[in-house]
C-alpha cells in the first residue's frame, strides 16, 4: 500500500453507474455510513432506494456516493439532516452554474 | 519538520477564547470544506483546519502547544519533537462538533502533529465484522482529449495510513476510461486506505472536472465549436474542413446561414452509448480592412440589396 508503483501498473478507472444493486447492510458496509444515518438520510428524501421496506432496499454506486457526501455534511458542518436534500440540491444548482460559467469563459479565445 | 502556526491557520489571535476558536472553526470549515469548495487546494486546507483545530480545540493539547511557543517556537522553523514524557495528552479523537463523529475523511494530520501529540488514536467502530479500509476522494482535472480516448494519468496522492495518522504521500499510476464526462466519478478498487484484509481495502474515487480547451467546450457528451465565418461563406454556403476529437470533419455550411445558428454533427462529440453530438456553432466573422476595390464592391453589394437588418425595430426617426 504505502509502496510506490512504478510505471506500466497502471490502475483501471472503472466509470461509477447507476445500476450496481446493494443491500442497506452492504450499503452501510461499503460506504462507512451507519445503518441508522442511511435509514434517516432515505426518510428525508437524500436517496429514494427501491423497494418497499428497510430490508428490500437496494442502493446503487451512486447513491452510495450521495449517502457517503450527505454524511460528511453532517458530520463534518453539522448540517442538519433534514435540511439535507436543500444542501444537496443547493450544492449540486451552485456546482451546475459554475460549469456554465467556467465553460462560456473557457470557450472565450485570447 | 516546520513548526506549524495553528493560530493563523485558523485565523484566531493567540488568545482567544475556547468560543471564539470554535466559532472560527465552524467559519472556516464550511468555507473550505471539500463538499462545498471545489478549488482544488480545499481538501489539503480543510485536513490542515481540521488539525489545528483538533490541537487548539482541546485544553490540555492548547496547554502543550502554548507551551512550546512560549518556548519561543515560530511558524517555519525546523522543530524537534519533545521526549515522549512532553506529549500532551487529551480526548484522543473528537470529532470536530458536538457529538464525537469519527473524524474527516482525509486524515491527513501531520508529522508536526504526531509529533506533538502522539499518533492518533484508530476510529470508532462503524459495523460489527472485520475492520473495511475508508474510500478515499479526489478531483482530478483531464483534458478533453482524455475524455475522448481515455487515457493514463501518474498521480501524486496524499492518503493517511489508517491507524498511525501518518501522511503517506502516494504516487500511482490510474487508467483513465475513454468517455468521461464533466462531473463523472471514477472509482479505483482496493485503492482506498487498507482494510483489515486486501479484499476489505476502501476504493478510491475519482471525481473527472474537464480542463477547459483551447476550441471545445463540452457540455455532457456534446462538444460545441464556434465556427468564424466571412460574410460570403454564410451567404453563399461553404463546405468547410472542422476540428472534431477524432479528426477534421467535413461540412456543408448551407447557403444562407445566420449567425449563432448550430450544425449538428451527429456522434462527433464525447463517446458514450449513445455517443454525444459535436455542436458547430456558425459565427458570422467580418473581414479587417477593406481594398479600395473590396469597398467599391460592398457599396454596390448595399445598393443592390434591399435588406433592413432593423425592420423589426419599427420606423426610425
Same mark, same amino acid.
Given at each position: 500500500?504505502?509502496?510506490?508503483?512504478?510505471?506500466?501498473?497502471?490502475?483501471?478507472?472503472?466509470?461509477?453507474?447507476?445500476?450496481?444493486?446493494?443491500?442497506?447492510?452492504?450499503?452501510?458496509?461499503?460506504?462507512?455510513?451507519?445503518?441508522?444515518?442511511?435509514?434517516?438520510?432515505?426518510?428525508?428524501?437524500?436517496i429514494v432506494p427501491r423497494g418497499p421496506a428497510p430490508e428490500s432496499w437496494?442502493?446503487?454506486?451512486?447513491?452510495?456516493?450521495?449517502?457517503?457526501?450527505?454524511?460528511?455534511?453532517?458530520?463534518?458542518?453539522?448540517?442538519?439532516?433534514?435540511?439535507?436534500?436543500?444542501?444537496?440540491?443547493?450544492?449540486?444548482?451552485?456546482?451546475?452554474?459554475?460549469?456554465?460559467?467556467?465553460?462560456?469563459?473557457?470557450?472565450?479565445?485570447? | 519538520?516546520?513548526?506549524?502556526?495553528?493560530?493563523?491557520?485558523?485565523?484566531? #489571535?493567540?488568545?482567544? /477564547?475556547?468560543?471564539?476558536?470554535?466559532?472560527?472553526?465552524?467559519?472556516?470549515?464550511?468555507?473550505?470544506?471539500?463538499?462545498?469548495?471545489?478549488?482544488?487546494? #480545499?481538501?489539503?486546507?480543510?485536513?490542515?483546519?481540521?488539525?489545528?483545530?483538533?490541537?487548539?480545540?482541546? #485544553?490540555?493539547?492548547? #496547554?502543550?502547544?502554548?507551551?512550546?511557543?512560549?518556548?519561543?517556537?515560530?511558524?517555519?522553523?525546523?522543530?524537534?519533537?519533545?521526549?515522549?514524557?512532553?506529549?500532551?495528552?487529551?480526548?484522543?479523537?473528537?470529532?470536530?462538533?458536538?457529538?464525537?463523529?469519527?473524524?474527516?475523511? +482525509?486524515?491527513?494530520?501531520?508529522?508536526?502533529?504526531?509529533?506533538?501529540?502522539?499518533?492518533?488514536?484508530?476510529?470508532?467502530?462503524?459495523? +460489527?465484522?472485520?475492520?473495511?479500509?475508508?474510500?478515499?476522494?479526489?478531483?482530478?482535472?483531464?483534458?478533453?482529449?482524455?475524455?475522448?480516448?481515455?487515457?493514463?494519468?501518474?498521480?501524486?496522492?496524499?492518503?493517511?495510513?489508517?491507524?498511525?495518522?501518518?501522511?503517506?504521500?502516494?504516487?500511482?499510476?490510474?487508467?483513465?476510461?475513454?468517455?468521461?464526462?464533466?462531473?463523472?466519478?471514477?472509482?479505483?478498487?482496493?485503492?482506498?486506505?487498507?482494510?483489515?484484509?486486501?479484499?476489505?481495502?476502501?476504493?478510491?474515487?475519482?471525481?473527472?472536472?474537464?480542463?477547459?480547451?483551447?476550441?471545445?467546450?463540452?457540455?455532457?457528451?456534446?462538444?460545441?465549436?464556434?465556427?468564424?465565418?466571412?460574410?460570403?461563406?454564410?451567404?453563399?454556403?461553404? =463546405?468547410?474542413?472542422?476540428?472534431?476529437?477524432?479528426?477534421?470533419?467535413?461540412?456543408?455550411?448551407?447557403?444562407?446561414?445566420?449567425?449563432? =445558428?448550430?450544425?449538428?454533427?451527429?456522434?462527433?462529440?464525447?463517446?458514450?452509448?449513445?455517443?454525444?453530438? =459535436?455542436?458547430?456553432?456558425?459565427?458570422?466573422?467580418?473581414?479587417?480592412?477593406?481594398?479600395?476595390?473590396?469597398?467599391?464592391?460592398?457599396?454596390?453589394?448595399?445598393?443592390?440589396?434591399?435588406?433592413?437588418?432593423? /425592420?423589426?425595430?419599427? /420606423? =426610425?426617426?
Open positions: 500500500m504505502s509502496a510506490d508503483q512504478g510505471p506500466g501498473e497502471a490502475q483501471a478507472g472503472e466509470v461509477v453507474v447507476g445500476s450496481t444493486r446493494y443491500t442497506l447492510v452492504e450499503a452501510s458496509r461499503l460506504s462507512g455510513v451507519q445503518r441508522e444515518v442511511i435509514v434517516s438520510l432515505v426518510s428525508v428524501g437524500v437496494v442502493f446503487s454506486d451512486l447513491e452510495l456516493l450521495q449517502l457517503q457526501r450527505a454524511w460528511r455534511l453532517h458530520r463534518d458542518l453539522a448540517v442538519a439532516l433534514d435540511s439535507m436534500p436543500l444542501v444537496l440540491d443547493l450544492l449540486d444548482e451552485v456546482e451546475r452554474l459554475r460549469r456554465l460559467v467556467r465553460r462560456e469563459q473557457g470557450g472565450v479565445q485570447e | 519538520m516546520k513548526f506549524k502556526d495553528y493560530y493563523k491557520i485558523m485565523g484566531v #489571535a493567540p488568545d482567544a /477564547s475556547p468560543d471564539q476558536i470554535k466559532t472560527a472553526y465552524r467559519a472556516l470549515a464550511r468555507k473550505l470544506h471539500p463538499d462545498v469548495n471545489k478549488a482544488k487546494d #480545499a481538501q489539503a486546507r480543510f485536513s490542515e483546519l481540521g488539525e489545528a483545530y483538533e490541537a487548539l480545540g482541546d #485544553a490540555p493539547k492548547r #496547554a502543550s502547544y502554548d507551551e512550546l511557543r512560549a518556548q519561543g517556537w515560530r511558524e517555519g522553523q525546523e522543530f524537534h519533537a519533545p521526549p515522549q514524557g512532553a506529549r500532551a495528552g487529551g480526548d484522543p479523537r473528537r470529532g470536530p462538533f458536538a457529538g464525537g463523529g469519527d473524524g474527516m475523511d +482525509a486524515d491527513q494530520f501531520s508529522d508536526f502533529f504526531s509529533s506533538l501529540f502522539g499518533q492518533r488514536a484508530g476510529r470508532g467502530r462503524r459495523e +460489527a465484522g472485520p475492520q473495511r479500509g475508508e474510500d478515499i476522494h479526489h478531483r482530478i482535472e483531464i483534458t478533453l482529449e482524455e475524455a475522448y480516448a481515455g487515457g493514463e494519468r501518474q498521480l501524486q496522492l496524499q492518503l493517511p495510513s489508517d491507524e498511525h495518522g501518518q501522511t503517506v504521500r502516494r504516487s500511482l499510476r490510474v487508467t483513465i476510461p475513454k468517455g468521461l464526462v464533466e462531473g463523472e466519478v471514477f472509482r479505483l478498487r482496493g485503492q482506498g486506505t487498507p482494510g483489515a484484509t486486501p479484499d476489505l481495502n476502501g476504493n478510491l474515487y475519482l471525481e473527472a472536472t474537464i480542463a477547459p480547451h483551447r476550441l471545445f467546450t463540452a457540455d455532457g457528451r456534446t462538444v460545441t465549436l464556434d465556427l468564424p465565418l466571412a460574410p460570403w461563406e454564410a451567404v453563399l454556403g461553404a =463546405q468547410v474542413s472542422v476540428p472534431t476529437l477524432g479528426g477534421p470533419a467535413q461540412v456543408t455550411v448551407p447557403a444562407g446561414s445566420k449567425d449563432g =445558428q448550430i450544425l449538428r454533427l451527429r456522434g462527433r462529440g464525447l463517446p458514450g452509448t449513445p455517443p454525444g453530438d =459535436q455542436h458547430v456553432r456558425l459565427r458570422l466573422t467580418v473581414p479587417p480592412g477593406a481594398s479600395a476595390k473590396a469597398e467599391e464592391l460592398w457599396r454596390e453589394l448595399a445598393k443592390e440589396s434591399a435588406y433592413d437588418p432593423r /425592420s423589426h425595430l419599427g /420606423s =426610425q426617426p
